[in-house]
């Protein structure tokens, strides 16, 4: 029997996508056959431990590498149009078989039996792989040719869908695929939490995840900056409250801000060219000393020409006044700051997912020497999207995200106390999502 490692089969995974010739660690590799459909979006090379083609002595044992390519934007656009509806087909997690899968079934009960013809005096031992969608390929064709096969290895595979779910449960119990089914996964993105995983699931620790990142000290800094104005301004309410501040620099702000919805309203064509001179105007010492004695006095918020802004605000007394004003201005920077701190955290989750799901970092994530997985942590349990919507997950992420952006130094939260913790971090958001458990260890 000959033995394949799992750095290995990460490594054919990589190369199915550029086609390049095994070398390095699969060097006594050679490709055997290569099929593509772009009609189907199937992509896949076989590879062999001798070169079959020109062979004359076989030897009495031999491996076969059946590795399935993912979604592939190189390939073309008929290519990846037919990928990518795929994954969206699985997205709905379908309880029928699909067209990728039905001729990867068909091309691989072809070539096991040509195989087994043309080398009747050889052992061979059959592994397949692949990479995200070829993950999940390689998957259906371990579970219909699973007598046949050895074992399946997976990295960044999105899951099994309902058909074959049932397939798998019908033909042995679980603990038969943890066996035979190895799915390697970094931490939980959208793809590899779109399905049910059947076999064994291992979290590889990826080197980048401890690295110096300039993105993310930029969302570090950024997160701290956004909730100290949010606390700014609730402690600038405060002071209004108990009349320690009239609330001078809101007022100001507030006033400008009246000031150029007034004439974004009148006019939203020309509002550029009107909105300048009064900024400008607002921003004048002499300005903002009128808009404090305003305030001292108690003769409420103006525009720069004097006009009342807000007539309601004169009927108040001076300390009311100034709470409502600070109020208004607390609540907007709320809003503004939880804004702009759910949409960098979301478009962050996005950057994560594409640098994680990257092949080339997998490949790294295993040893060249050994081929084995540098650092593997074995879950227990791993998150999927059905079990996620379940737990009502996609409605509270912005309830959670809100409180991210304006509580202190959650561990799930950019800020500066995460600055040199990004691994904790992730580690952190991880480990709060429903269905997210590690095995104990005890080494």
């Not at 979301?346 to 092949?359: L, Q, R, S, V």
Request: hydrophobic share 35%; charged share 25%.
């Amino acid at each position: 029997m000959v033995d394949v490692t799992d750095g290995q089969l990460a490594h054919f995974s990589k190369i199915v996508y550029s086609g390049d010739a095994p070398q390095g660690r699969t060097s006594g590799f050679h490709q055997y056959d290569h099929y593509e459909n772009e009609d189907t979006g199937l992509g896949v090379r076989v590879y062999t431990t001798f070169q079959c083609e020109t062979s004359t002595d076989a030897p009495q044992e031999a491996a076969s590498i059946f590795t399935w390519r993912g979604t592939d934007t190189a390939a073309g656009v008929q290519m990846a149009k037919a990928q990518l509806k795929c994954n969206m087909e699985l997205r709905q997690d379908p309880d029928h078989d699909i067209d990728i899968v039905e001729e990867a079934v068909v091309y691989m009960d072809d070539k096991l039996k040509k195989l087994t013809e043309q080398f009747p005096d050889t052992q061979w031992t059959h592994y397949t792989t692949g990479h995200s969608l070829g993950g999940f390929v390689a998957n259906a064709c371990q579970i219909r040719f699973d007598d046949q096969l050895k074992k399946c290895v997976t990295f960044e595979n999105p899951g099994v869908a309902k058909f074959w779910r049932k397939k798998a449960e019908q033909a042995h119990d679980e603990q038969h695929w943890q066996e035979k089914v190895l799915d390697y996964v970094t931490y939980p993105n959208p793809i590899n939490t779109c399905l049910p995983h059947i076999g064994k699931v291992v979290r590889l620790q990826l080197g980048v995840h401890k690295s110096f990142s300039i993105p993310h000290v930029i969302r570090c800094v950024m997160g701290s900056t956004l909730r100290a104005m949010v606390w700014g301004s609730f402690f600038n309410l405060a002071l209004s409250v108990t009349g320690k501040t009239k609330g001078f620099w809101a007022a100001k702000v507030t006033s400008v801000a009246f000031a150029g919805m007034k004439t974004i309203a009148k006019n939203p064509l020309s509002w550029p060219k009107k909105i300048r001179p009064k900024l400008h105007k607002a921003a004048n010492k002499d300005a903002a000393s009128k808009d404090t004695r305003a305030a001292e006095a108690g003769e409420g918020t103006s525009d720069p020409k004097g006009k009342p802004l807000v007539p309601v605000l004169d009927h108040l007394p001076p300390r009311f006044r100034s709470a409502v004003i600070t109020s208004v201005w607390a609540g907007s920077t709320v809003v503004a700051s939880t804004f702009g701190y759910t949409t960098m955290r979301t478009g962050a989750h996005m950057a994560d997912t594409g640098t994680e799901h990257n092949i080339e970092l997998i490949v790294g994530g295993f040893d060249d020497e050994s081929g084995e997985p540098k650092v593997p942590i074995t879950m227990q349990s791993w998150p999927s999207h059905q079990y996620l919507k379940k737990k009502n997950l996609p409605k509270d992420y912005f309830g959670r995200t809100f409180k991210e952006g304006i509580v202190p130094f959650k561990p799930t939260a950019y800020g500066l106390h995460n600055l040199l913790r990004r691994n904790d971090l992730l580690i952190s958001r991880a480990k709060r999502l429903p269905g997210y458990k590690e095995e104990m260890s005890y080494a």
